[in-house]
Each structure stands twice: as structure tokens, then as C-alpha cells.
């Protein structure tokens, strides 16, 4: 297809174990590209539901598939040591056989999320958080390349740290980094194999998240010109959010008219929720993906 649209599927981990490799399987065999998981404590919209770790789940599930691009959308940084997390991206893509996508972002505020309550880590303040998201994404992205590491950033430090064996992609599992504001765009702009953004979560209509996306990208593009970065060399990926997902699996018109506005603008992977809030929507989920992407998706 022309310009390479890949279309993936975000599953929560709420479901008894053996339901979610079936959903896992079934998103494979209808033949998304990719299949995520969220990366939460717990449901922040629903703390008391069941609720399975992301890392862990996701290791087991990548020895339930085959060949779908697998990953987390996105590791929330609060919750891990930047080298302990490299090492997991590690033993993932070994597991998985090289499906591994390493989705990174520097995690929701306590405003949202329970888990700094729940667990006693900070939460930090917005302009920490963002230098912390730049020391944890060069540490992944160096540990990822080499055998052999050190770092002494002003929160992280590592002292000869060795990873091994060697990856099996190469120079290392891709990375996708979700990135909104104009520090954390540069930070997609130098890292980044795949840049994700976010439909608006406070309910803005559809026309203006395009406008907040396009604008994005725009900034994205001039961030890689300023580091003398080709702009093409990253994907551009949008997780549908909002009312928009909860409308993609209506109907096939709804389906094409998403994909279409944000192709038009340079998006080249668009991820949706699988539609467990709406089990109805299940059998035209089923279609769109059998029949509509093949058929009027590919451009």
C-alpha cells in the first residue's frame, strides 16, 4: 500500500487469563498489524476491576501469538528503573521473536491516576517529569544498542551495566514514544522509530483534535528539521479516543471517515480500542477488519 498504514488494536487486561488470549488470538487472525495493552496499576477509571500487570501479562501473551506486532501503549516511566525496563524490553523481544514495539510515555499525574497514592511513588511535577522521560528514554535506547553501558544523568546513573544476549531486532526494538506538548515532541523527534498521540480526553469534538494532531505533526516536522533528522523516518501513530472510539466499530462509514480525516494529515498508524464497551459492535469489528481495511483502507 502506498503509504504503509498499519492499523492496531489496545486490549485492557481485565479479563480472566484464558479470555485474554483468546481476544489476543482473535485480533491476530483478523489481521491487525499490532495488539497493545494499557500500562496502569489499576483501571484508574475503575480501581476495584480485576486487573493484570502489563509486563508480566505481555510476556506470556507474545508466547500465545505468532506474528502481530506486540507492545505496551505506553510503559509509564514512574513505574520502573529505566535499566530494569531495558531488560525486560529484552527478555520481551526475545519471547516474541523480535515482534517487540517498546511503547514509552512519562505517565499520567496523580490528578488522574491512583498509583502514586496506592504504591507511595512520586509524583512528580510536570517539568521533572519531562527530564526524567529524556534521561529514561537515552538510557533504554543506549542499554538497547550495546553490550557494555554507563550513564550519569542528574536522576539516573549506571555503572557498567551489561546486557546480554544481543537483541534480536536490530539496533533494538523498535521505540514509540507518546508525546503531546511541544518538550516532549523533541524528545519523539530524536528517539522516536514511531511517534503516538492521543485524541483529546476531555471530549473535544472530533474537528478540533484533528486540528490539535495536525499541529503536532507540524511541530514534530519542524523539531526534526532542527536536528537534521528526516521527518519520514518516524510513524506517526494516533491511539482514536473519546467519542470517536466509541463510534470507529458502529459502522463501517464511521470506520472509513476516522481513517480517512487522519491519513489526510500525515497519521500512518491508527490504533483503536478493541470494543468491549460495546459488545455489539463486536460483529462489525469483526467485518471492518476482514473485509473494510483490505479492501478500503490500503492507500
Not at 197 to 210: I, K, Q, T, Y
Not at 222 to 246: H, K, M, Q, T
Not at 285 to 297: G, S
Request: aromatic share 10%; net charge negative; proline share 6%.
Amino acid at each position: 500500500m502506498g503509504r504503509d498504514i498499519r492499523f492496531g488494536i489496545v486490549t485492557l487486561q481485565h479479563l480472566p487469563w484464558q479470555e485474554e488470549v483468546k481476544r489476543w488470538r482473535l485480533i491476530e487472525n483478523l489481521g491487525f498489524d499490532s495488539v497493545w495493552l494499557a500500562d496502569h496499576f489499576v483501571n484508574y477509571a475503575n480501581p476495584s476491576e480485576p486487573w493484570f500487570e502489563s509486563w508480566t501479562l505481555l510476556s506470556a501473551l507474545a508466547t500465545a501469538t505468532s506474528h502481530i506486532r506486540i507492545g505496551t501503549l505506553v510503559t509509564s516511566i514512574p513505574l520502573r528503573n529505566p535499566a530494569v525496563l531495558a531488560r525486560q524490553a529484552l527478555t520481551v523481544d526475545h519471547i516474541s521473536n523480535g515482534r517487540l514495539e517498546l511503547g514509552l510515555g512519562a505517565g499520567a499525574s496523580g490528578v488522574s491516576d491512583p498509583v502514586y497514592k496506592m504504591t507511595g511513588i512520586d509524583d512528580w511535577p510536570a517539568p521533572e517529569r519531562v527530564a526524567r522521560f529524556r534521561e529514561q528514554v537515552e538510557i533504554i535506547d543506549m542499554l538497547l544498542r550495546n553490550k557494555v553501558s554507563s550513564y550519569s544523568g542528574q536522576y539516573y546513573r549506571l555503572e557498567g551495566t551489561i546486557m546480554a544476549p544481543d537483541t534480536v531486532q536490530k539496533p533494538r526494538p523498535p521505540i514509540t514514544i507518546a508525546a503531546m506538548g511541544k518538550s516532549m515532541l523533541k524528545i519523539a523527534a530524536r528517539y522516536a522509530d514511531s511517534w503516538n498521540s492521543v485524541g483529546d480526553v476531555f471530549g473535544a469534538p472530533p474537528e478540533v483534535v484533528l486540528e490539535k494532531t495536525r499541529t503536532r505533526c507540524e511541530l514534530l516536522d519542524r523539531y526534526c528539521a532542527e536536528i537534521g533528522r528526516d521527518p519520514r523516518s518516524i510513524r506517526r501513530s494516533l491511539l482514536v479516543f473519546g467519542s470517536e472510539a466509541g463510534t470507529a466499530f458502529a459502522s463501517e462509514d464511521n470506520f472509513v471517515e476516522i481513517v480517512d480525516r487522519y491519513t489526510t494529515i500525515g497519521i500512518n498508524e491508527l490504533i483503536f480500542y478493541y470494543p468491549f464497551f460495546a459488545p455489539d459492535q463486536i460483529p462489525t469489528f469483526e467485518r471492518i477488519a476482514r473485509e473494510t481495511i483490505p479492501e478500503k483502507c490500503k492507500y
